[in-house]
């Protein structure tokens, strides 16, 4: 059987640890072919690698969903269905709105939501076998009716038993050397108004031991020749005591490598000595979920701890040689333009490496979309804006029309210097010019220094610390 896994282009890159797990369970099952075809972090010759599918003739292919790629991903659907060929989804999107999904989009005969390994490996078994799959959890599908049928999810409790992620299946397996995605926990108890992890991963909070982790670290340098790696699960921190013990590991092991939590990160699980470790350790860059500095808000997004925990945490990490940067979110319910303009100030005195400002989004099922339903105005679908890229807002009140919130995502992200907001991962000469525009409009004054910023200064910092942490894990290492 010949199984083809394709990840969509889209405004966010990073490897899709999902479809790398995927990849790992379905080894076991035997008798099936799997390859990755990776659209998102590899972009260069698409149209030669998608022509292989239909040289392939796979007996299945699955796409993994998040609401900024649907479209794309329901256009790859359309033109390589076939008769025979059996269509899946899985994905974020998919585990929220999964009823939703199988109604509009009936090209895809079956959809898996949440947790997906064991539940594809069954799947798998089932068609292979020509048995009934009816009863696999996660599944969804339409029955003979039409009637959507939607399966409890299937939740794994120890993460340790999974095999490490099999990014060798992926045709962008090259790119993973500096980026490779860990993940180190599942799930998040939490409830901030604006998120859906918790329903996308569960509440539960699940972890894999530091020895788990690190073993896959060392398999990842062995296998992929990895020189870097980056924390993508919700809560690293959760229990800091594990977080130091694997910090401590990576010592230990002597693994050199260079690290960051681009999430995970919360403000009020972290200390002074986790700091220390995590940059003896490698760590060079940490993101917060900030989101806004003003008091009122902040309580509001019930996001269960105090913007005094950011500003001491910001303060500890800086103190221990680890760049802090952070993302806010313009127009959060009950915001204003001045509101956010106060705490775009306020992140100043943050001294953050970067500040990322995105519109904010009403996800479904979420306290967010509850109240944009009773006291905006929407705008446009959430699953065709972007977080991070593209200033398009799904919604606007009178008090905070769509043009100022268009503009206030400009100044803020041009303000902060996070020049990520504004270009693809490759930048060409359109790019640069349309970014001149943005500097000539929103902060002329500074212009040639965002320019050299830019051009020299991001490279320059990168080596210099990069020699220095060399130095300091050297040293740490001898005297202990």
């Not at 998608?50 to 609401?67: F, H, Q, T, Y």
């Not at 790119?175 to 799930?187: A, C, F, M, N, Q």
């Not at 009773?374 to 807002?393: C, E, G, T, V, W």
């Amino acid at each position: 059987m010949k199984l083809i896994l394709i990840d969509p282009p889209g405004p966010v890159k990073g490897f899709n640890s999902g479809l790398g797990y995927i990849s790992s369970q379905l080894s076991k099952v035997g008798k099936i072919d799997v390859k990755v075809i990776d659209l998102n972090n590899n972009p260069y010759n698409s149209k030669k690698r998608l022509a292989r599918i239909d040289e392939v003739g796979p007996d299945i292919i699955g796409i993994s969903l998040k609401s900024h790629v649907l479209r794309s991903a329901v256009s790859l659907a359309q033109r390589y269905k076939k008769p025979k060929t059996i269509l899946i989804a899985g994905g974020a999107e998919v585990t929220l709105e999964r009823e939703r999904f199988l109604h509009e989009n009936r090209l895809f005969d079956f959809c898996f939501a949440g947790e997906a390994e064991r539940s594809l490996q069954d799947f798998i078994r089932c068609v292979i076998d020509k048995k009934d799959v009816s009863g696999i959890k996660g599944l969804g599908y339409r029955d003979r009716s039409g009637k959507v049928v939607l399966n409890d999810l299937d939740v794994i409790e120890n993460l340790d038993e999974l095999p490490f992620p099999d990014y060798s299946r992926f045709d962008s397996v090259a790119y993973i050397k500096e980026k490779y995605p860990l993940v180190t926990s599942r799930g998040c108890p939490y409830r901030c108004s604006y998120c859906v992890v918790g329903k996308v991963s569960g509440t539960q909070w699940r972890f894999r031991s530091p020895d788990s982790i690190v073993e896959e670290l060392i398999y990842a340098q062995r296998d992929y020749g990895i020189r870097g790696f980056e924390v993508v699960d919700d809560n690293f921190t959760m229990d800091i005591g594990r977080a130091k013990e694997l910090c401590r590991s990576i010592i230990n092991k002597r693994l050199s490598l260079r690290w960051r939590c681009i999430n995970g990160i919360r403000a009020d699980r972290t200390d002074d000595e986790l700091f220390k470790l995590m940059h003896l350790s490698g760590c060079e860059a940490i993101w917060f979920g900030i989101e806004t500095l003003n008091y009122e808000l902040f309580e509001r997004i019930n996001k269960g701890e105090k913007i005094e925990a950011v500003i001491d945490a910001a303060r500890l990490a800086r103190k221990n040689n680890i760049a802090v940067s952070g993302f806010f979110i313009i127009g959060l319910p009950g915001s204003t333009r001045k509101i956010d303009e106060e705490s775009l100030a306020a992140s100043k005195k943050l001294k953050l490496e970067e500040a990322l400002w995105s519109l904010a989004t009403p996800m479904p099922h979420t306290e967010m979309a509850d109240w944009v339903k009773k006291n905006a105005r929407i705008l446009r679908d959430y699953r065709d804006a972007s977080f991070f890229k593209l200033p398009q807002p799904v919604f606007d009140t009178p008090g905070y029309p769509e043009r100022e919130r268009i503009e206030m995502f400009y100044k803020a992200n041009v303000a902060s210097r996070c020049y990520s907001a504004f270009f693809p991962e490759k930048i060409g000469i359109s790019d640069l010019l349309n970014f001149i525009l943005i500097l000539l409009k929103y902060d002329l004054v500074h212009i040639f220094n965002h320019m050299a910023t830019i051009l020299f200064m991001r490279y320059r910092r990168k080596h210099i610390k990069e020699a220095l942490r060399r130095i300091f894990v050297k040293r740490w290492i001898i005297k202990n």
